[in-house]
């Protein structure tokens, strides 16, 4: 097979630290695809949705039909991780393969991805691919070189801030680089819901797209807080899921529809209806593709960013959206980086399948360069997980995962085969945490006294996962 030239760019210094190279691929898992047209690529990342939050996942207090349709079309990853604990980190890993021990953007903070990057969109342009993100980025203002068309997106629509991505009904989004002001929503006025303007724009990219190879990059905004959604799917859930406890946001003043989350009266209501929106289209999508008769060349893989949030008034706990896990988002224990992930494929990914390969979202990159036998020479961490979507048996597996956060004091956490060591107030030394994850996944018991040998040698691992940082260092 013809081999696409590769992709390079300029290395910074900081980065020229030996990282996990891209290894080669086995030939026998390309059978099945090398002679078919290059697939169409849809990846839908929700925003803050936990691992428990949808049916197919265990989630009973409402139901998420088209997401577990997807699930019975395809494969669920039950360990599969985030990039990171909150939104720009994790986005940072996905698109450049790099876990957040070396991905350029490791914490909230508003840094650019570098020009130096190479992200998941330019490897698959260099491939005849046009390519599109609707939805949140966070990873760079419009005209800076963290800008998505300047990291390999044809289009982009949505929110490029990501603390104006908290409101539902903004004043503006971005389109292709330039402010389209939503006249429905000046003043107070809701006459604009920012999910489905954002929805609109995707399926019309796969319209205009249907005759030739695309990326969808679907970033959305559901169900991060605020907690927003039309009548039409509020009126559904008033009532339904008792008791709810009003949260009062901000409703005026400077800072309105301009980070801060405003009020709900029915929290419950309208997390449930979030979602439901979210699963329409999730749905509307399938159907999109049904339809222009695309679904046997198109990979859909269904995830979210991070673990549930607590904020705007939402209650994660009512729902079990962390199900049997620990913690939140901004929590690296795992219910703030353990997330769902659902890939569907037909006549390619078997039907209702459920695999415990154990990947993250700083894999997506080689797995797609693995399917369509592209060479990456930048230095990443993922690998693919190809041979498991193709249901053939010379998976890899990783020595280790590693995450990093830079609020509340520093945190780091290291994840190989069983183990997970985990510390909190790294700026402050504080204390190392090991935990069992085969005899304990809800991280209950912290097991470091009794194997003490197990955790120095995953101690030296942890400090060996990353690489200084300019912008995001550990005091």
Excluded at 6 to 23: D, G, H, M, N
Excluded at 135 to 157: A, R
Aim: glycine share 8%.
């Amino acid at each position: 097979m013809n081999r696409l030239r590769t992709i390079r760019k300029k290395i910074p210094l900081l980065f020229f630290i030996p990282l996990l190279a891209f290894v080669g691929r086995a030939q026998d898992t390309h059978k099945i695809v090398r002679d078919l047209q290059k697939p169409n690529i849809i990846y839908i990342l929700a925003d803050d949705l936990g691992y428990g939050d949808l049916s197919c996942f265990g989630q009973k207090k409402f139901s998420t039909p088209n997401i577990d349709k997807l699930a019975e079309q395809g494969m669920i990853f039950t360990h599969h991780y985030s990039g990171s604990t909150v939104c720009a980190p994790s986005r940072s890993a996905l698109m450049t393969g790099q876990h957040t021990g070396h991905t350029p953007i490791r914490g909230n903070k508003p840094v650019p991805l570098p020009s130096e990057s190479v992200t998941m969109a330019e490897v698959l342009k260099e491939k005849g691919y046009t390519t599109g993100a609707f939805g949140k980025w966070g990873m760079g203002y419009v005209t800076t070189e963290g800008d998505p068309l300047n990291q390999g997106f044809d289009h982009f629509y949505g929110f490029i801030n990501q603390s104006l991505a908290h409101n539902y009904y903004p004043y503006f989004l971005w389109d292709d680089g330039e402010k389209a002001v939503l006249k429905g929503n000046k003043g107070k006025a809701t006459g604009e819901y920012a999910p489905n303007l954002i929805h609109k724009k995707a399926l019309d990219f796969i319209d205009e797209n249907k005759d030739s190879p695309f990326f969808l990059y679907y970033p959305s905004i559901l169900p991060h807080a605020e907690l927003a959604a039309p009548s039409t799917y509020m009126d559904k859930y008033k009532g339904t899921l008792e008791p709810e406890s009003p949260y009062k946001g901000v409703d005026d003043g400077p800072k309105y529809r301009k980070g801060p989350y405003g009020s709900q009266e029915f929290p419950h209501a309208a997390f449930a209806a979030m979602i439901n929106v979210l699963d329409d289209q999730v749905g509307e999508i399938m159907q999109k593709i049904e339809s222009l008769g695309l679904r046997d060349n198109t990979i859909i893989i269904f995830t979210s960013d991070n673990g549930p949030h607590k904020e705007g008034g939402a209650d994660p706990d009512y729902f079990d959206s962390n199900a049997i896990y620990r913690g939140y988002k901004r929590d690296l224990y795992e219910g703030g980086i353990r997330v769902p992930m659902i890939a569907s494929w037909p006549n390619k990914i078997e039907k209702n399948t459920k695999s415990d390969h154990i990947s993250a979202f700083w894999d997506v990159l080689p797995t797609i360069a693995d399917l369509l036998d592209i060479k990456v020479e930048s230095e990443i961490d993922g690998i693919s997980f190809l041979p498991t979507l193709l249901g053939k048996k010379n998976q890899k597996e990783h020595d280790y995962l590693y995450w990093e956060f830079h609020e509340r004091g520093g945190r780091q956490a290291l994840l190989a085969g069983i183990w997970k060591l985990i510390r909190y107030n790294v700026n402050e030394a504080g204390d190392y945490e090991l935990y069992n994850l085969e005899e304990d996944p809800s991280e209950t018991r912290n097991v470091i006294k009794d194997f003490p040998k197990k955790a120095k040698e995953l101690i030296v691992q942890l400090n060996n996962s990353r690489t200084p940082s300019k912008e995001f260092q550990f005091k």
